[in-house]
DNA sequence: ATAGAGGTTTCAGCAACTGGAAGGTCAAGC
DNA sequence: GCTTGACCTTCCAGTTGCTGAAACCTCTAT
């Protein structure tokens, strides 16, 4: 199978998917005229790290889930290790955004925003 | 004053300060030796960027909120606006966020995390 | 023969810094 | 006067995860 159909059936941008071999997390195979043929392992691949990095999972943290994918032995420990300290640094990301979120509405709901130069989000910025 | 104690004085790194003088945000004078020269008024802006970049605004968001700050007359609905959509763009990212840790959580509860191969993590992320 | 829709590589750029190298400057201590 | 160490300077490269564009090759259809 070619890039772009490989694209299609994996929903990922042939750019994507040519970076992606590039760091070396899928190698397909060529054809005589040098075009790359992905073959039905490398799709598995490609679309385990699109669910991957689509539940935020760094490239890194795709690298080692892939290798623990392809491990049959590997224990599911290792796996939940991997997954628990992303769910955490996602938790603390979460909190990170709603503090901004509380800090920043209350600033918006104290600006009148009208043609007035008083504006007490500068003031805030500027204190 | 020198670049050091403006860094301490503003709570941001060196690098940090000179790059935004590379990217024109604060053009600190220059002593006779070369070394950078820092007034109340740069420390001022560099005091508001450390805000507003704390605040999740973009630099170039800064770079706007810079201008209306020193813009005795401009409108507070100007600011407002900017502010605004910073906190849609927040509020995007956390439900974003949110329904990552939701499905991720889940995962990481269906695994069990032993010594055995048997992973729902990666039968997810495989399927 | 040619047009266009694919494919290939390589380089540059995005955001917002951060690290490091190579070198100039300054104050203190001997 | 000299050295040491802590500053300062500039410039270049690297980070993350792609994305765009240029220059070129290949295949298919007309």
Redesign the pocket.
């Known amino acids: 199978m070619?890039?772009?159909?490989?694209?299609k059936e994996c929903s990922?941008?042939?750019?994507?998917?040519?970076?992606?071999?590039?760091?070396g997390l899928v190698s397909?195979g060529?054809?005589?005229?040098?075009?790359?043929?992905y073959d039905e392992d490398d799709l598995h691949k490609l679309r385990f790290?699109q669910r991957a990095?689509g539940l935020g999972?760094?490239?890194?943290?795709?690298r080692v889930l892939l290798s623990l994918y392809e491990d049959r032995n590997r224990a599911s420990s290792d796996v939940k290790k991997i997954a628990k300290s992303h769910l955490v640094e996602i938790e603390r990301k979460i909190s990170e955004l709603q503090s901004l979120r509380d800090t920043l509405s209350e600033l918006v709901q104290s600006c009148h925003g009208d043609d007035r130069p008083n504006c007490p989000i500068i003031n805030d910025l500027a204190r």
Chains 1, 2 share one sequence.
């Open positions: 070619n890039i772009s159909d490989a694209a990922l941008p042939t750019k994507t998917i040519r970076y992606y071999e590039e760091i397909p060529r054809l005589a005229n040098g075009y790359r043929d790290l990095r999972f760094s490239v890194e943290d795709c």
